[in-house]
Structures are given as structure tokens and as C-alpha cells.
């Protein structure tokens, strides 16, 4: 049973976030907690302080003593103040640095993506991940000091109620369990306990959503071209609106818990008062006694409800979301790193043994049944419809997802045991939505470094020795002194040229993944047959809806319906006179009705 109890008060969010706290910055905590029992404890000193005072005046006795007293808690008082402000400060920078360094660990640890995408995790994330933006709430180097004032409020009224206990035995704890009420009772007005339900979440991501739309630049044309300012203010607004009337309506004083509190502080006052008076007046305590006890029975009231609890739910929240997340990475098998075998040598065999996926939430299948041998050295170029899977299908074999049924193998081994930190050495890509680096080029290129020669020879083979006036430095951002935005088809050959870097330097899988749908069509066969020279000691496998390119390779393989439902050589599929020659012949007689020189030479290479 008392374990229990332990096990549930350890669980609860506020344990968390002071355990937290103690691994983020130990000093600056224990710093803050000193200076939370010091500042808690001496306005009860202060109150010994005056009622010897007092006592020392009626005797006409020395008033040194006294007087050095009351000096020093009062400027212990000025002084602790601000100094627990800045440790207060820093402590919640610290924690703040703290939580954002476990959430980058939890977002880009794992093997695969799935967690990123994940609806479930999706508030968490975004909880964890915006804490400290002063959007839901203070910045936590602002509320730890928010955190503290109530802390010591608590002390203050815990100290001041051990000088009671000279009174009557019962004084304190009738005092603290009045006083005590107004938490349980006001609690519902302090804290937005309901702020995690989907309603919520989803007012709040609506709402940051429609802002950025309205301030990053990305989304700036359509916003101007379609119209839409109007429309997103007024989401923006409205969204935002009903977060503050689900706040208010969370955290409103209720006028039950409101009266009931008033009846038991004023009722329990009164007695303690009386009883007070009855015995100063009667001489039972001394004078100087009373001003200790009357100060006393003043200073518990300190406990009552002053924002503690607002305050800790606020900065413990991120933590509670943060512990949620890592707990649900850890559990989750598909996210772990294997078995850590390695290759031994270059692999020899890329096997696809009857695959099947579905995205998590998702109910359509994916994959369904894809069975596919690609041995190593040759080229495979995949066809197929939009959302045939094509993509997906480029994703497991990188390993960020894991197939829900079947099995990839690379000579034999399947992907899950292989080590994936090994494995993604040796593949290298070009996704359909690559990433654009705000970085100099060469870091674009070279993500982890490489000889200025190698990254120049790999921007060569993607055709964009001339990008950025073949300047590596150059930052490809418009927002840093002397960067500068690609078209396009230039970011493409950036990335291309990343994939192609990355073969240089050893990886022996590439995969292309729409790798010229940017580029020009003179670019694009050019490039193509370029990146094929560059990369024929690798497994090529390229994804393309251009069958200029796509006739280039070993083997095509085309897929419908999740699974491989064409496969042979240009020739042999064009013989066949199924799906493919159909869709070849269709883009064939595309071109052939336009009438420029670009055209005109695909026309003729296919
Ligand atoms: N992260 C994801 N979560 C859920 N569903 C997804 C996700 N990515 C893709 N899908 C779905 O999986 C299916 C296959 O998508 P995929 O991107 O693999 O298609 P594709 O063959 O590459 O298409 P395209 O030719 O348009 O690039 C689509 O129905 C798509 O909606
Ligand atoms: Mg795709």
C-alpha cells in the first residue's frame, strides 16, 4: 500500500521535474533550494527578532541584542531576494538546455522516423518542443523564480507555524489545514489541468500553425498570390481565441470552492485569534510573546494557495511530456538499432522477400507482397503511378522504417540484425524531398566533411560545378551575409551531388529518388548518364517517372498495387506490351507534340 502511494508520488509530474532538475545543473539546485529554506525560515526569525524587541522595551532591558537581529533578517531579506532571482535564472536556462538536449536525443537517436510522424506522440513533441517559446506560459528561467516564490511562501508558513506550537499544540496543524485547503480547494482555478486533451492540442497547433504560415517566408507567395492574409489572421485568431476561452473557462474562480474555503480560514482564524487575545489580556504570555505568536498565526497564511501550483504545473509540464516520449521510443522495437551484425564485405544481394508495410495509423497497405532480387553492380530503375510506393519502398531500405510483415536482406542477413549505423554508410540517397542545408555549400555537399577535391569532383559529376560561382563557402541561404538561393534544378544537382560525394567516398548502395525531376531535359539524360558513370561499382537503384533516364538502367521494375508487377529489361518490357510500354509510349507521344529543342532531343534519346 505505501509503496504504492511512493510509486504514484514518484510518477506524478513535479517529482519529475525536481529530479530533472538535479541532473541538469546540481550546483545552481542545490543553490536554490538553500536559498528557499533560508528565505523561508527567517521571517520567522524576524518574528522571535520583534517579540524580544518588544519584551526588551517593556523591561526596559538592553535593546542591542534585539535590535542586531531585526537588522539582519532584514537584510538578509533585501539581499537574498534578488540573489535567488539570477540563481533562479540560471537554474531554469540550465534545465531549459537540459530538456532540449533530451529531446534531440529522443528525436534523432532512434533508427527510423515512425516517432516523428507518430499522431500519438504529436502533442508531446510539440509540448516538449515549444515549452520554452512563452507561448503557453513563462520561459522557464522566468517561472523557477515563480516556482520559488511559492516554495518559500511554503517554508515561511511551515516556520512560522513551529513558533505556534508554544502557544497551543493544536494551533499549527488547525492553522496549516485551513490554509492548506485553499490548494485542494482553488486548485481547479489555478490550474489548467485539462490543457492536454485533444481540444486543446489542437486549438494550440492550429494556432501556431496559421502563424507561421503568416511570418516565415516559405509560404509567403501563395499567401500573397491566392489572397489568403485575411484567411490566416482570422484562423490565427480564432484558434487562439478559443485557447484562451478553454483557459478561462478551466481556471475560472468557482464560487462553491471559493465560499467553502473562505468558512473554514476565517472559521479557524477567529479561534486561534481569540484564544490569542483572551490570553494576552489575561497575562497568561507575555507581551513579547504575543507579537511572536500574533505574527506567527499571520505568517502560516503563507502557505496558502499563491500560484505554487500554477507556477510547478506550468515548468513541470515539458518534463512529464518529454519522460512520456523517451518511455514510448524505448518501447518501441521498431525504433531500436538491431542486432549490430556487420558485413563483412560489399554486399552482394539486395533481396526484397515478400514485404509488407502500412504506415502506423494508417489502415492502407503500402506494401503488399513486394518480392525483388537486385544484385549488387547493377542498376534497377523503379516505375510506377503516384503512390504506388516507390518512396516507401526506397525509405525501409534505408532502414527508417521496418517492414510490417516479410523481410529486406542484404546477403541473406536481414536489415533488422545488421548493424544501422554500418548499413547507412553504405547506402547513400537522393529523396524526392532532400534537404536543403542553410550552410555553405561544401557542408551540403559533404555533410561530415570531405577533401575540397572530392567534393568539387562529386559537384562535377552532378553537372553543378558552376553552383554558387563554384565557391564552397558560399552559404546557400539568402539569409546570411553573402549567401545566395539555387533555382531548383541547382538544389538538385547539390543533392545529387551529396549522394554522389558520399560514393566517392565509399558508400556502395545509391538510390535515387526522382533524383532529375528539377533539371532541364537537356540536364537531365546528360546527368543521368554522367551519375551512371560515376556510380557503375554501386547498386544503383533509381525511382522516375522520366523514362529518358529510366531505359538507362540493368533492369526496370514496375509496381502497382504494392508489389512488382513488371520486370526485365527496357527491350524485354517494351516487347512484353504491358504497363510499361504503355507508359513509355504515352510520355513518347507527349514530347513528340511539343515543339522545342529540349523535347525534340528526349524524343529522340528514347
Ligand atoms: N509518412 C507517411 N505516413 C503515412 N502515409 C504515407 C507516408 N508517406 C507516404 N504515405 C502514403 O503511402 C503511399 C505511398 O507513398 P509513396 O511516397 O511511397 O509513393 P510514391 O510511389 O513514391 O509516389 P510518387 O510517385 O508520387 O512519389 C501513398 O498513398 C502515401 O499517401
Ligand atoms: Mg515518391
Redesign the pocket.
Known amino acids: 500500500m505505501r509503496t504504492k502511494a511512493l510509486t504514484r508520488f514518484r510518477a506524478r509530474q513535479e517529482w519529475r521535474f525536481f529530479g530533472a532538475l538535479r541532473t541538469a545543473a546540481p550546483g545552481w539546485t542545490w543553490a536554490w533550494w538553500a536559498l528557499i529554506v533560508l528565505r523561508g525560515v527567517v521571517p520567522a526569525v524576524a518574528s522571535v527578532a520583534f517579540g524580544w524587541l518588544v519584551g526588551a522595551v517593556e523591561r526596559h532591558g538592553s535593546l542591542t541584542g534585539p535590535l542586531v537581529l531585526v537588522a539582519i533578517t532584514f537584510t538578509t531579506t533585501l539581499v537574498m531576494q534578488p540573489v535567488h532571482q539570477l540563481v533562479s535564472s540560471n537554474l531554469g536556462s540550465s534545465m531549459a538546455a537540459h530538456l532540449y538536449d533530451r529531446l534531440m536525443a529522443v528525436c534523432v537517436t532512434p533508427v527510423g522516423i515512425g516517432h516523428l ?1 507518430s499522431p500519438e506522440l504529436t502533442n508531446d513533441l510539440t509540448m516538449a518542443r515549444d515549452f520554452d517559446l512563452g507561448m503557453m506560459g513563462p520561459p522557464l528561467d522566468i517561472s523557477m523564480d515563480f516556482v520559488a516564490g511559492g516554495l518559500v511562501q511554503l517554508v515561511v508558513g511551515l516556520s512560522a507555524s513551529v513558533l505556534l506550537f508554544g502557544f497551543h499544540w493544536w494551533a499549527p496543524p488547525a492553522l496549516l489545514v485551513a490554509w492548506g485547503c485553499t490548494h485542494w480547494l482553488l486548485r481547479e482555478s489555478g490550474v489548467w489541468k485539462d490543457r492536454n486533451t485533444d481540444e486543446v492540442r489542437t486549438a494550440q497547433r492550429h494556432a501556431d500553425y496559421a502563424y507561421r504560415l503568416a511570418v516565415d517566408a516559405a509560404p509567403s507567395k501563395e499567401l500573397r498570390f491566392f489572397g489568403l492574409a485575411g484567411w490566416v489572421t482570422e484562423r490565427f485568431i480564432g484558434r487562439r481565441s478559443r485557447l484562451y476561452e478553454l483557459q478561462y473557462e478551466a481556471t475560472r474562480m468557482r464560487e462553491k470552492s471559493v465560499l467553502s474555503c473562505l468558512a473554514i480560514v476565517v472559521g479557524v482564524n477567529l479561534v486561534v485569534f481569540w484564544l490569542l487575545g483572551d490570553a494576552a489580556s489575561s497575562g497568561a504570555i507575555s507581551t513579547g510573546a504575543t507579537v511572536v505568536f500574533v505574527q506567527a498565526a499571520i505568517g502560516v497564511s503563507a502557505i496558502a494557495f499563491g500560484g505554487l501550483n500554477w507556477a510547478l504545473d506550468g515548468a513541470s509540464a515539458p518534463v512529464a511530456a518529454l519522460a512520456r516520449l523517451e518511455t514510448s521510443v524505448a518501447e518501441s522495437s521498431a525504433l531500436q538499432p538491431g542486432a549490430g551484425r556487420l558485413l563483412q564485405f560489399g554486399p552482394k544481394e539486395i533481396r526484397f522477400r515478400d514485404v509488407h508495410f502500412a ?1 502506423a495509423g ?1 489502415g ?1 497497405t ?1 506494401l503488399d507482397g513486394f518480392d525483388l532480387t537486385v544484385p549488387a553492380g547493377s542498376s534497377l530503375a523503379i516505375v ?10 526506397a ?1 525501409l531500405l534505408c532502414r527508417l522504417y521496418d517492414p510490417t510483415s516479410g523481410s529486406i536482406e542484404i546477403d541473406g542477413m536481414p536489415l533488422t540484425e545488421l548493424d544501422a549505423v554500418d548499413w547507412r554508410r553504405r547506402v547513400t540517397a537522393v529523396f ?1 524531398d532532400f534537404v536543403r542545408f542553410e550552410l555553405p555549400l561544401c557542408v551540403n555537399v559533404a555533410p561530415v566533411g570531405a577533401p575540397d577535391d572530392v567534393i568539387r569532383a562529386a559537384l562535377a559529376d552532378a553537372g553543378g560545378e558552376a553552383i554558387a560561382g563554384g565557391n564552397l563557402d558560399t552559404i546557400l541561404s539568402k539569409g546570411y551575409p553573402g549567401g545566395t538561393d539555387l533555382s531548383g534544378g541547382q538544389w538538385q544537382r547539390v543533392a545529387l551531388a551529396r549522394a554522389l560525394c558520399a560514393v566517392r567516398q565509399g558508400a556502395e548502395v545509391l538510390l535515387l ?2 533524383p532529375t525531376a528539377q533539371l532541364d531535359v537537356r540536364g537531365e539524360a546528360e546527368i543521368f548518364e554522367r551519375v551512371l558513370t560515376a556510380s557503375r561499382h554501386c547498386t544503383t537503384i533509381l ?1 522516375s ?1 522520366r523514362f529518358s533516364t529510366v531505359r538507362l538502367a540493368d533492369r526496370i521494375c514496375v ?1 502497382d498495387g504494392g508489389r512488382v508487377v513488371e520486370l526485365g529489361t527496357h527491350a524485354e518490357l517494351i516487347s512484353l506490351g504491358g504497363r510499361y510500354r504503355t507508359m513509355f509510349e504515352l510520355q513518347a507521344s507527349r514530347f513528340t507534340e511539343l515543339d522545342d529543342d529540349g523535347a525534340e532531343l528526349v524524343h529522340e534519346s528514347l
Open positions: 510522424e504506415y494508417e492502407r503500402v510506377g503511378l503516384n503512390g504506388a510506393g516507390k518512396t516507401t519502398l525509405k524526392q529518388d526522382e525511382i517517372h509496381m
